[in-house]
């Protein structure tokens, strides 16, 4: 009987087995990877209870038992910073949520040498209505030697992550994480409790047909991605336009969807959000990680993302990301349209 043809490999099973492909790791990534699942089957747990507000308690009011309903966005927050508070292997977050970076002093964290960047839930807009939210996190290894952790110890650019990924949680709720070694992902089986391997190796198509952008803001967009949406809505037999437009609104949702079919996502500076959008330390830079494992490629639209030097925790970036063909293609109209202006 061939025992591993039916092999279902959890999470905490892959980690422990990858673990020797660092020979002078002690387990402490693995450990941190182990408690950051942990939470996002807590955090999944609520966000599938969240079509029962009306039932349970509109959050930040009061439930039938009394309890006060928290408002997801800050529950996953507290989720997250406790599984890594407890876990021992985490010195300080940097979150979406709070302004300042959190520090964990307790004393199972006193050696602790790692820094998370993480923004809980993403995609807040579309808590209320069913549609697919996520997590985004991103690994460092602190820089300061001793003491109390310092901002430069997340000021590190993108390029020296130890580690990145995101939850989606969806109609199915999956994990996918890279250290630096190929990117896996994991779906959650809700019988047993667990993340398991699903999606090993994950690679992103060259191109695809894909193109995500709020076009919304259309007019306040630079020329080069007013150009760049124009040439995606061209007919053209060799490149297979027009591409479609899908945009979720959720990034982590958006980016997973075009990481697995091909595609581009796009969140420019806009005549309102000169700097873009989206952030730069637990957003951008966790998903570069990913789709450059994957063998994508993630740009300001002039500069890749993971050469970006952070100046401050919440700071924001222009984006493009997804299929390595779709994001050159967006940087050539950027540079040619450069000198126009928004
Ligand atoms: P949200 O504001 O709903 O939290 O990170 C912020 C984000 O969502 C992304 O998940 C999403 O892709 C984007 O903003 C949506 O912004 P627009 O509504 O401006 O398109």
């Known amino acids: 009987m061939n025992l591993n043809k039916n092999r279902v490999l959890t999470l905490g099973q892959f980690i422990i087995e990858k673990q020797n492909d660092f020979p002078y790791a002690k387990g402490e990534l693995s450990r941190l990877l182990r408690d950051i699942g942990i939470a996002a089957k ?116 993108g390029t020296e992550q130890v580690a990145a990924g995101y939850i989606t949680y969806g109609s199915s709720t999956m994990l996918v994480y890279t250290t630096g070694r190929g990117v896996n992902g994991f779906t959650l089986d809700p019988s047993i409790g667990e993340f398991c391997l699903s999606h090993p190796d994950i690679t992103i198509p060259k191109t695809g047909q894909i193109y995500s952008i709020n076009e919304g803001y259309y007019v306040h967009f630079p020329e080069g991605v007013k150009r760049y949406i124009k040439y ?40 309102k959000s000169p700097k873009g959008k989206l952030r730069l330390l637990y957003e951008c830079n966790p998903l570069a990680f990913i789709v450059e494992q994957a063998g994508g490629i993630a740009s300001d639209g002039f500069k890749r993302i993971l050469d970006l030097q952070p100046r401050s925790l919440h700071q924001r970036t222009p984006i493009f990301i997804g299929s390595p063909e779709m994001v050159r293609a967006a940087e050539d109209f950027m540079l040619k349209f450069s000198a126009e202006t928004v």
């Not at 030697?145 to 310092?150: H, K, R």
């Not at 490149?239 to 949702?253: C, E, F, Q």
């Not at 969807?257 to 005549?271: C, E, W």
């Open 42 to 157: 807590m955090v999944n747990r609520e966000v599938n209870k969240a079509g029962l507000v009306d039932i349970l308690g509109d959050m930040g009011t009061t439930n039938i038992q009394g309890e006060t309903v928290k408002k997801l966005d800050v529950y996953a927050n507290e989720q997250f910073i406790s599984a890594l508070s407890y876990g021992g292997e985490c010195c300080a977050v940097a979150s979406e949520e709070n302004e300042d970076m959190v520090h964990i002093d307790g004393e199972v964290s006193k050696n602790a040498r790692y820094v998370i960047a993480i923004d809980p839930l993403d995609g807040s807009s579309n808590i209320d209505v069913n549609v697919s939210i996520g997590t985004i996190f991103s690994i460092y290894r602190r820089t300061s030697l001793s003491g109390a952790v310092e901002l430069s110890d997340f000021l590190q650019k």
């Open 232 to 271: 995606c809505q061209t007919e053209d037999r060799v490149t297979s336009r027009p591409y479609s437009s899908r945009y979720i609104g959720s990034l982590v949702a958006d980016f997973h969807r075009n990481l697995l079919k091909g595609g581009i996502y796009m969140y420019p500076s806009t005549a």
